[in-house]
Structure formats: C-alpha cells, structure tokens
C-alpha cells in the first residue's frame, strides 16, 4: 500500500477554506485516494474518495493532480464543528472491504 | 436503515481478564472490519471477517480473535489482557454494494484495562 504524508495539525478561523494536501509518491495504477474525518470519541467517517481530477460532493472537494502523486482536500467555509482529524488513504480499489490503513492523520482546529 | 451500533460503550478491565466486544453492522453489509485505536493515533486494523469467515488480518497477536454470526454482527475477544489493551475498538461495516475503502464506523468502545 502507497505511504501518504500529511501535515500533523492545521489551524484556521470560522468561513475560511482550508486546503489539507497528503503525498503519495508511490501510488499504485489501481490505487484510489480516500479522506475520512473523525471527531472526538466518534468513529471515522467516510468524507470522499478519487481516482484523478476533481470530485466533489456535498462535504468537500478533492483535487488530484495528473500525476496523482499528492491530493488536496478542499473544505468551504469551515466552521468550528469541522474541528477534527483528517485521514488521507490509497489503496487499491478492486474489492469492496480492504482493510484500512491509517496515519496519524492532520489535526483541524478551527476557531472563531 | 440502522447504523453501526457497539456495545458496551465503556469498559475496565483487570490485566488478565478476558473481555468480548460486540458490534451490529449496518443493514445489507456483509463485512465487519474491526479497528483498535490507541490515544492520539489513527486507527489500526485488526482483522476482517466476510460471511462468517476471517478474511484478512493485521499485526496482533492470537489472543485477538473475532466471530461473525449469520445476522452478520461480530464479535471481538481479547485474552489475558495487558495494559497496552487500553484503546478505542472501532467496528466498521461495509459490502453489499458500498464503494471499495468506504466504511461506515460504529462509535466505538473504550477499554480502560487496569
């Protein structure tokens, strides 16, 4: 599975966008790239998940370069309850149920 | 449609004991994937079980074993537990037409072993 590097904590106020950028320098052909957000004492949620380009859905957009070596999750106009930690993934795609591979993840704080 | 529910949602235990931890998955999931996650880190997989079979596993040793039912709820037991046990076990539910590394994760039970 491709190693991912994302930044340890972020900080950013009420409104702003934030931009969380993870590498991937070894991803596979068959790889897709997946975010989850977690908040305190919850369990992980599924945010968004790609392959190349940009994918965008109701929580968050996700910008893949053509080299797909690094992947940028966007999130509008952040408010405090977006505070919470943000898991970068790649893996492969060929089957429903692959086991998850976490980082430490990037630590959100927004303040207002 | 029920999400992921775990039970019970605390817990202490001695070093020593044994402890089961049990986990309703989501309706028309197959697949229960179960996770410990220590304090400040990110989840780590502990192993997998589809249609009742283990279908994969993680780095931990035997004393971690699971058990899927026919409902396709699961359990997870741990053997002679040790301090380090202590950590958030998180089941997460997927199959049954859910997108490859979509999950969907239950709230969690925190295993306090003393």
């Known amino acids: 599975l491709a190693k991912t590097t994302q930044p340890i904590s972020m900080d950013s106020y009420e409104g702003q966008e934030v931009n969380i950028t993870c590498s991937h320098n070894n991803i596979a052909t068959n790889d897709y790239i997946t975010w989850y957000q977690q908040f305190p004492s919850q369990g992980p949620r599924f945010i968004i998940q790609?392959?190349?380009t940009k994918v965008t859905n109701e929580v968050a957009s996700l910008f893949i370069p053509a080299d797909r070596k690094s992947s940028t999750l966007s999130l509008p106009r952040v408010s405090l309850s977006d505070t919470a930690v943000y898991y970068c993934?790649?893996?492969?795609?060929?089957?429903?149920?692959?086991?998850?591979?976490f980082g430490k993840g990037t630590t959100l704080s927004v303040s207002s | 449609e029920t999400g992921v529910t775990q039970s019970p949602t605390h817990l202490i235990k001695t070093r020593g004991q044994q402890v089961t931890l049990r986990c309703s998955s989501q309706?028309?999931?197959?697949?229960v994937s179960w996770y410990q996650q220590a304090l400040g880190q990110g989840p780590q997989f502990i192993f997998q079980?589809?249609?009742?079979?283990?279908?994969g596993r993680g780095n931990f040793p035997p004393r971690f074993s699971g058990l899927q039912f026919p409902n396709y709820s699961s359990e997870l037991n741990v053997n002679a537990l040790e301090l380090d046990d202590s950590a958030l076990y998180l089941c997460?539910?997927?199959?049954?037409?859910?997108?490859?590394?979509?999950?969907?994760f239950g709230p969690g039970t925190r295993l306090t072993v003393t």
């Open positions: 997460a539910s997927s199959g049954g037409g859910t997108a490859p590394y979509e999950q969907y």
């Open positions: 079980y589809y249609r009742e079979e283990e279908n």
């Open positions: 790609g392959y190349k």
């Open positions: 309706s028309g999931h197959n697949t």
């Open positions: 993934l790649v893996g492969p795609s060929n089957q429903a149920g692959t086991a998850l591979i």
